[in-house]
């Protein structure tokens, strides 16, 4: 019988140090989505403030912080990220654990919106995309969503089946910024 054992998505990929750039892959925790029933937003949102300390984000942004965040993940969803969603949730919003289908990294570096710049079509200068904003984009070709997370880092997730892709795209562009100085 074969030996099987679970992997992160980018296991033996990442970390990478490409100049003043970090890219490395994210504590695996797990991540919910959480989808409110018709009528239900302000029900759901305060029973999230009750169960875990924060709300369901607005459009585009997130809440939270530290171990457990909210993240909006397209209309009308978000995911959870840290902790397992409390069960009285769900007569708020359809729940979906997610966390084996996705890799997320994080980007670090003084002039990361600049690596981003060449993936992504969203403008990512600090003074439009601050910590806590969010976008589900295209990253080169793949779907993604890419969170602001502070001044010089950003939280990107793509499926699981394209972290080798994501990887390679972003290290690419780290060479590339960083061959400018």
């Known amino acids: 019988m074969d030996d099987l054992s679970a992997k992160s998505p980018c296991e033996g990929l990442l970390p990478a ?3 003043g750039f970090t890219l ?37 942004r997130t809440t939270g912080s530290g171990e457990a965040r909210a993240v909006w993940f397209g209309r009308r969803q ?9 069960p009285g949730l769900a007569a708020h919003a359809a729940l979906t654990d997610i966390s ?39 990253l080169r070709h793949m779907m993604a969503s890419l969170t602001r997370v502070s001044a010089k880092s950003f939280q990107i997730m793509v499926f699981r089946s394209f972290a ?16 400018r100085g």
Not at 164 to 179: I, Y
């Open 24 to 60: 490395r892959e994210e504590p695996p925790t797990t991540l919910t989505l959480i989808a409110p029933y018709a009528g239900q937003e302000a029900a759901l949102s305060a029973a999230m403030d009750a169960a875990h300390g924060l709300a369901f984000p607005a459009p585009n």
């Open 164 to 179: 080798e892709t994501l990887v390679h795209d972003v290290k690419t562009a780290m060479e590339a910024v960083a061959a």
């Open 17 to 19: 140090t490409v100049g």
């Open 100 to 138: 084996d289908g996705w890799a997320v990294v994080r980007l670090d570096g003084d002039r990361a919106e600049d690596v981003l710049a060449r993936l992504v079509p969203v403008d990512l200068r600090p003074r439009v995309f601050q910590p806590g904003h969010t976008a589900r984009t295209e």
């Open 78 to 86: 978000a995911v959870l990220m840290g902790p397992d969603a409390q």
